[in-house]
């Protein structure tokens, strides 16, 4: 279970400029749960799951996961259990590399090794495979660079990557924010599919609604740093975009 217990953040202290985002906030979020968060610009999403994964520092109270306080951990110690797809589908990949070297990385998340010697003949059919579930044809294409693949493709392989190495946390920022609307539904059926595979306890941040009713078991809606809606299960399915939208 991930907990966020007491939440103070205050943004630009001590200026003009100084905002109280969360006071006193609190967040359980069960094992399996498949959590959509959805809100306004500045409603705290992308702040909260920066919290999450230790990006972005709190001024007083507890990140608890699984039992263990990890509020001091760095990010970096955070990615042992938690796996993480951004919105630009660059920063999940590193866009000089091939895509086997980019799968030789993520392969080896967390170990100490030099690249040159780190892409084992042995894994490469294991990572055709996994290319080869994508159902992008990047299971031919090991020597290109990810650079010079599409948008989908690389969002793809983003996901793929976060999710390589054992984790029980997916953190999903605004992933297919930056593809088309086609490509986005492939990346959300590709999503659903590891998600259930590997039964990973799941949060997406999204502003499309649509998506955030379709997928997950829990819906929460954000506003200035509060939760304003929290449903889950069958009352979550339940709710329509209309209803949504009256309260945006």
Same mark, same amino acid.
């Given at each position: 279970?991930?907990?966020?217990?007491?939440?103070y953040?205050t943004?630009?202290?001590?200026t003009? *400029?100084?905002?109280?985002?969360?006071h006193?906030?609190?967040?359980?979020?069960?094992?399996?749960?498949?959590?959509?968060v959805?809100g306004?610009?500045?409603s705290?999403?992308?702040?909260?799951i920066?919290?999450i $994964?230790g990006s972005?520092e709190?001024?007083?109270?507890?990140v608890?996961?699984?039992?263990e306080?990890?509020?001091?951990k760095k990010?970096?110690?955070?990615?042992s259990k938690i796996?993480?797809v951004?919105? =630009?589908?660059? %920063?999940?990949? $590193?866009?000089?590399m091939?895509?086997?070297?980019?799968?030789s990385?993520a392969?080896?998340?967390?170990k100490s090794?030099?690249?040159?010697r780190g892409?084992?003949?042995?894994?490469?059919?294991?990572?055709k495979?996994?290319?080869?579930d994508?159902?992008?044809?990047l299971?031919n294409?090991?020597? %290109?660079r990810v650079? =010079?693949?599409?948008?989908g493709q690389?969002q @793809?392989?983003?996901l793929l990557?976060?999710?390589m190495?054992?984790? =029980?946390y997916?953190?999903?920022?605004?992933?297919?924010a930056?593809?088309?609307?086609?490509? @986005?539904?492939i990346?959300?059926?590709?999503?659903?599919?590891? %998600?259930k595979?590997?039964?990973?306890?799941?949060?997406? %941040?999204t *502003?499309?609604?649509n998506? @955030?009713?379709?997928y997950?078991?829990r819906l929460l809606?954000m506003?200035q740093?509060?939760?304003?809606?929290?449903?889950k299960d069958?009352k979550?399915n339940k709710i329509?975009a209309?209803e949504?939208?009256?309260i945006y």
């Open positions: 279970m991930l907990e966020l217990r007491k939440i953040k943004f630009n202290k001590g003009k *400029h100084e905002s109280e985002l969360f006193d906030f609190n967040l359980k979020v069960e094992k399996n749960d498949f959590i959509s959805i306004n610009n500045g705290g999403k992308t702040s909260l920066n919290i $994964c972005l709190i001024d007083s109270g507890q608890i996961l699984d039992n306080d990890i509020t001091n990010d970096f110690q955070r990615y796996g993480r951004y919105q =630009e589908p660059s %920063v999940g990949t $590193c866009t000089d091939t895509v086997l070297e980019n799968m990385l392969d080896n998340k967390g090794y030099n690249l040159t892409i084992r003949k042995n894994r490469i059919e294991f990572y495979d996994r290319l080869r994508l159902d992008l044809d299971e294409k090991l020597n %290109v650079g =010079e693949l599409s948008g690389r @793809a392989m983003a990557m976060a999710t190495t054992p984790i =029980e997916l953190i999903l920022d605004e992933h297919t930056a593809l088309d609307p086609k490509v @986005a539904d990346i959300m059926k590709l999503t659903e599919k590891i %998600v595979e590997k039964k990973l306890t799941t949060i997406m %941040v *502003h499309n609604i998506y @955030a009713l379709e997950g078991n809606m506003n740093g509060e939760i304003i809606l929290d449903e069958e979550k329509t209309g949504i939208l009256s």
